[in-house]
């Protein structure tokens, strides 16, 4: 390399601006990563081999390793026929000098290539050079990954083939918008544009061409120097090493450390470790990737072991992932004179014979490192030292069943590209805070006996602090948009809030104040209960069907165009991301249900029309609330609440001041403003609003204060978070679906019903561990019913319990009822009972208690002393309420049977009393004459008078025996009444018993003839 004024000679074919060659060597100087974005259609690939060429001679050690990642294809072939074939072609068309060949050639051999699609698995490596080489086709999360793998003083390389001549912006290309909407056709590529914006502000960035000639897009590379900042904290390592360099066993630990803020953490590990008194202590270690958690974790378990700890447990996602940890437990234990195969032995994974899983020590006594799986918590009894490495990536509930009264030690990302989904750990280190009620620590201060302690790594280890591209890529990506957000001192009512529409054309324009409202925006995002991803950004940005809300004060004044100052920037109370779905043809949605696959995006439409196998639904249009995120300083005062009904009364149309007419002449793309009031923009014509979310108590609450319904509950938890899937409606009123209703299922009524009849017949099975307070919410039945309510709601109910209760049931429960039997031998008919009741077949009132206990037994199949622990209530308790409610199952059973004895038709037949049709005097008379008629028929001769008795036609002179009785009683009491003889005995001859059904029909009789 020959300097000639600013320019440097490369080899003998081209002279470079003396900016690339300073940047780089200021680079490895000071250990910062440096980036150049390359864009042209020639000569990338002998451009990149120069900068190699450069950085190896600036570079004291050895030759810097390359990765270079691509999508699907790479520019060249990585066999070397193929290879020789296609620089042969490039020298005839003079792109390749023929001296060249072999160093390119060279340069091919040595790098590791990979996919786009594949980069999770470089995390964990180094590298000296990173070439992305399709950047139309990058992700934000593979930006992320792949950058992060390059050391201090290394180079990353974006090549750009196409430019657009106008504004100096990419197009992005097809394959990045998968994951949109099914509905999205034009997209806009706001985050490439941001991207590009953003490079003129990266210190440690060039823009070059072909021919390395720097564009005038990029900044100029300033000279830099280890700061004063890195020599105090290398000078202060140095000292702590001499400190302890005689303290036995920290001092030989914290001799391997790389940075101070390691060998802080190391030291306070190593302290909990001795102070074997305090074993209840849970320490979490949380830094950014890359500055040695795991490093850290490994040295302290070897002190754990030269201490005497005998059953040591670690557990991470997976044993890959503790590779570096292992590593580290080794090189503690070889500081401290432990010999392989001497003191200990090292077991390996029989699969790859690669990871190592568990380490046996015998210096001293009988001594364990083993690995064990998350879900391993019962392998826990006997545990001494629990590590928990990568806790991120674990499971909630998982992280929450390892914890017990024991040393824990437990790490992980929070912040950096592995930090964007950790909001849930964040929730678990609050939690364990809260319930110590002793507040985390950034020092080290080892003096307190608190039984929790948070310690941070902030310096790298791949790096030296104050990277260029490392401030740069977080604020492209906000990947700390946890220290973006302010706090608000003055909260005013909800009612004095509105709702705002954010412009994303000027919040992704890469002003400073669209950038610092931006980062506000997602510090919320981040700091709610979300899994988010970088990938996340990038949707928000270029989604067509996505759209963005912020609850804002009412007095708050808009400006048009891009804000200038932060002091008018306001409060953001609750942000809403929403994204429009369905309205599809009914053809497509039977193809996609007879191929039996959901489309990308669509989450409501796709999972209705699979789950209930329902083409009309598609066909309509409505919102998916993606996320709803609400400031922590204003968590619980109604903010929430507030946007969501505001948002509900925009897509309404009771909020918009614009009509028909400008409607249709409104034209989003002209409005420039950051924010615009939801009265004076056209909302989207839908038909609902849902929202997809984790089900736990609290969210289902929240959105069923709302008026949501629940439509479908995944079956499968999250293997992240433990939680099932839920998804929400609700209809949103308008004109064109007929009996549409506010504030109720309208018109989804018929799934509604549907999804509860599943929900309950679950139970017993996928939801059979669910609490039963959230089970309860979910099904809301009616537990109060009024007097005038008829006792069976409709014909088949009545008929059910007519087939399905017999007289012996009916014995069973009344002899439970009466403490004759146990709760045990009823158990089977209560799955019945309980099956009718949340069914509402049963219109009994119960207390929400009563009601949970029979959902309990009956549903989820549990038995009382698995109630008892859940509901945190005595035995005896739950068994007398489980009593008063089969004792109204039995009252009401009881009056069901008995109504159906009495009315049922095979018993007696109802008489039917109706007036005659013949007057009595005119049937006398045709009896008169019929008797007449045969008289003078047996005069005659033509009737035998035998034939046929006459005697049943006859007469009794009852007036004449009445006279003949008051002739033999002369006297008559004073009372009136005689009593008179008869021939016919008036009891009955079975006696005066009788059998009950004989009683019924007499009792029956009595009031058939009453009647």
């Not at 002209?670 to 979310?693: C, M, Q, S, T, W």
């Not at 561990?769 to 007097?787: T, W």
């Not at 146990?822 to 799955?831: E, P, R, S, T």
Request: hydrophobic share 35%; with cysteine.
């Amino acid at each position: 390399m020959e300097k000639a004024g600013n320019m440097v000679k490369v080899g003998n074919m081209v002279k470079v601006d003396d900016r690339i060659t300073s940047l780089i060597e200021c680079g490895v100087k000071a250990r910062h990563r440096s980036m150049f974005m390359i864009k042209g259609d020639k000569s990338l690939l002998r451009r990149v081999v120069d900068l190699h060429s450069m950085l190896s001679k600036a570079s004291i050690k050895s030759r810097p390793t390359v990765l270079w990642c691509y999508k699907d294809k790479l520019e060249f072939s990585s066999n070397e026929d193929k290879r020789a074939r296609q620089f042969k072609k490039r020298k005839l068309e003079k792109l390749l000098a023929p001296d060249m060949v072999d160093q390119i050639s060279l340069f091919i051999d040595s790098a590791k290539y990979c996919r786009y699609k594949d980069s999770a698995r470089i995390l964990g490596n180094t590298y000296g050079m990173c070439i992305l080489q399709d950047f139309e086709d990058l992700t934000p999360n593979v930006l992320a990954r792949t950058i992060e793998t390059v050391e201090g003083g290394g180079l990353v390389i974006l090549l750009l083939h196409s430019l657009s001549p106008t504004a100096g912006f990419i197009t992005m290309a097809e394959g990045v918008n998968e994951s949109f909407t099914a509905q999205s056709s034009m997209v806009v590529s706001r985050f490439n544009k941001r991207f590009v914006q953003s490079l003129s502000s990266c210190k440690a960035c060039l823009v070059v061409d072909e021919r390395l000639k720097i564009l005038p897009i990029s900044s100029h590379a300033k000279s830099m120097i280890v700061s004063s900042d890195a020599k105090d904290m290398g000078q202060q390592l140095s000292d702590m090493k001499e400190e302890f360099v005689d303290d036995f066993p920290v001092g030989p630990l914290i001799g391997l450390c790389a940075t101070l803020d390691q060998g802080n953490a190391i030291r306070t590990l190593l302290h909990a470790v001795m102070g074997k008194a305090l074993q209840n202590n849970t320490i979490a270690l949380t830094a950014s990737r890359g500055q040695g958690k795991s490093a850290a974790l490994g040295l302290a378990i070897a002190g754990a072991i030269d201490q005497g700890y005998s059953n040591i447990f670690v557990t991470a996602p997976t044993p890959q992932t503790l590779s570096s940890l292992f590593e580290f437990v080794l090189k503690g234990l070889h500081v401290l004179k432990y010999k392989e195969n001497f003191h200990y032995d090292v077991l390996r994974n029989q699969d790859s014979q690669k990871e190592i899983i568990k380490i046996n020590v015998y210096k001293q006594n009988k001594q364990t490192v083993q690995y064990i799986k998350p879900c391993d918590d019962l392998k826990l009894s006997r545990v001494d030292l629990l590590v928990i490495d990568e806790a991120a990536a674990i499971p909630l509930p998982a992280i929450k069943s390892l914890l017990g009264p024991y040393l824990v030690f437990l790490s992980s990302s929070v912040s950096g590209y592995e930090g964007t989904g950790c909001s849930l750990l964040l929730e678990l280190l609050r939690h364990l805070e809260k319930k110590n009620q002793v507040p985390s620590s950034g020092n080290n201060d080892i003096q307190s006996a608190s039984h929790f302690k948070t310690l941070e790594l902030h310096e790298s280890i791949r790096y030296a602090c104050g990277d260029p591209i490392e401030s740069w890529l977080n604020d492209l990506l906000c990947l700390e948009a946890t220290n973006s957000t302010p706090e608000i001192n003055r909260l005013p009512h909800p009612s004095m809030c509105e709702l705002y529409y954010v412009t994303r054309d000027t919040l992704f324009s890469f002003c400073k104040d669209s950038e610092i409202f931006l980062k506000r925006m997602m510090s919320l995002f981040v700091a709610s209960q979300y899994q988010n991803s970088s990938n996340d950004l990038q949707l928000l940005a270029d989604d067509p069907a996505r759209h963005l809300f912020v609850l804002l004060e009412i007095y708050w004044k808009l400006v048009t165009g891009p804000v200038e100052s932060l002091d008018i920037l306001p409060d953001i109370y609750c942000v809403i991301q929403v994204c429009l779905e369905g309205q599809i043809s009914q053809d497509t949605a039977l193809q996609y249900l007879s191929r039996g696959r959901e489309p990308h995006g669509d989450q409501i439409r796709s999972k209705f029309c699979k789950e209930f196998k329902d083409t009309t639904f598609p066909t309509l249009s409505g919102v998916r609330v993606v996320r709803i995120a609400v400031h922590p300083s204003a968590l619980g005062h109604g903010y929430g609440s507030a946007a969501l009904q505001e948002l509900t009364r925009y897509y309404e149309g009771q909020l918009t001041h614009i009509s028909e007419t400008d409607s249709e002449t409104y034209n989003e793309d002209e409005e420039k403003d950051l924010l615009i009031n939801v009265r004076y923009r056209p909302p989207e014509k839908i038909h609902y609003i849902g929202a997809f979310f984790g089900l736990s108590l609290g969210l289902f609450r929240f959105w069923k204060k709302q008026e949501f319904s629940p439509f479908y509950i995944d079956a499968t938890p999250n293997k992240l978070t433990g939680e099932h899937s839920c998804m929400v409606l609700k209809p949103v009123e308008t004109d064109e679906i007929e009996g549409n209703q506010v504030g109720s299922t309208g018109y989804l009524s018929p799934f509604y019903i549907s999804f509860k009849e599943r929900f309950v017949g679950r139970l017993a099975s996928c939801f059979r561990e669910m609490d039963y307070k959230l089970a309860m919410s979910i099904l809301d039945p009616k537990i109060k019913f009024s007097g005038d309510e008829p006792l069976v709601s409709c014909e088949s109910n009545s008929m059910l319990i007519k087939l399905t209760i017999s007289s012996d049931t009916l014995e069973l429960l009344e002899g439970y009822t009466r403490g004759c039997d146990d709760y045990g031998k009823v158990m089977y008919l209560v799955q019945h009972l309980a099956l009718w009741y949340f069914q509402e077949k049963l219109p009994i009132t119960l207390s929400y208690i009563q009601a949970s206990i029979l959902l309990s037994m009956g549903l989820q199949h549990h038995d009382i002393a698995c109630i008892e622990e859940k509901m945190e209530t005595k035995r005896q308790q739950l068994l007398s309420l489980f009593r008063k409610v089969v004792v109204k199952f039995h009252k009401y059973l009881y009056v069901v049977l008995t109504n159906e004895f009495y009315s049922s038709p095979s018993k007696e037949p109802e008489i039917e009393l109706r007036p005659h049709s013949v007057l009595l005097d005119d049937d006398l008379n045709d009896g008169a004459n019929q008797v007449m008629e045969k008289s003078k028929m047996e005069e005659v001769g033509l009737l035998d008078p035998k034939s046929e008795s006459l005697q049943k036609y006859s007469i009794v002179d009852v007036e004449a025996e009445f006279e003949q009785a008051l002739q033999k009683c002369p006297t008559i009491s004073r009372s009136g009444i005689m009593s008179v003889r008869s021939n016919r005995s008036m009891h009955d001859k079975k006696g005066k018993t009788r059998k009950f059904k004989d009683i019924k029909k007499r009792k029956t009789g009595s009031r058939h003839a009453s009647g």
